[in-house]
């Protein structure tokens, strides 16, 4: 006969796992305004005590759910491999996968477009945030730099504005809220559509 297996405590790292997602859904909920510690500890079923005692600050508590973001985000990226891959190719796997969280996901842009607001106005918030945007922002350079490099993108495209100018209008996409409102394959498809080599019309074509 099997016997009942024993109770597991929860770890330390589960229970800091339990209080992001806790703070996560609330932002989501309520915005970060509305993050409140009770509510937090409520939700994951702790006192207030113990929650100070794995989240001591503010800033503790948004540290700690901008990094369960990045493992989010970094899990996902792991799932689609860029080995081998031309810039191009890797253009559009970070399309992908921005698409793919906007449609399956959501959650995770509306809780990192309210800690990137916040960050604008509370420079010990943007300590946290600013290297996660950054990082977004380069690995869209690092794939212009490439691709101007094998012939994918125009030779005079500038890597970091080209990454500046999608990461914006990836952001300012999920910010939309007028009838008038892009579809996310038409943003993309105009993006792609700026920086990639333009092909010669065939009316220019030498047909001699």
């Known amino acids: 006969m099997d016997c ?120 010990e918030i943007g300590t946290i945030m600013t290297p996660m945007y950054e990082h977004w922002r380069h690995q869209f350079a690092d794939i212009f730099r490439t691709g101007i490099a094998d012939g994918s993108f125009r030779a005079n495209l500038d890597p970091d504005i080209a990454a500046l100018i999608t990461t914006g209008a990836l952001s300012d996409y999920w910010r939309q809220w007028t009838k008038s409102r892009a579809s996310l394959d038409q943003v993309m498809a105009e993006l792609e559509r700026a920086f990639i080599v333009s092909p010669i019309p065939v009316s220019s074509k030498d047909h001699s």
């Not at 330390?12 to 970060?32: M, Q, W």
């Not at 113990?50 to 503790?60: G, M, N, Q, R």
């Not at 700690?64 to 792991?78: G, H, K, M, P």
């Open 4 to 123: 009942p297996a024993p109770h597991k405590r929860e770890s330390g790292d589960d229970r800091r796992l339990a209080v992001a997602a806790a703070a996560r859904a609330i932002i989501v909920e309520k915005g970060l305004e509305g993050l409140r510690t009770r509510d937090i500890a409520d939700r994951v079923g702790i006192n207030i005590a113990t929650l100070h005692y794995h989240v001591p600050s503010k800033e503790a508590l948004i540290a700690l759910v901008a990094e369960s973001l990045r493992n989010d985000f970094r899990a996902q990226s792991l799932r689609r491999s860029r080995h081998g891959k031309s810039a191009l190719q890797r253009l559009h796997i970070e399309f992908d996968e921005f698409r793919e969280t906007v449609h399956d996901t959501p959650e995770l842009i509306i809780v990192l477009t309210a800690l990137i607001e916040k960050a604008r106005r509370h420079p």
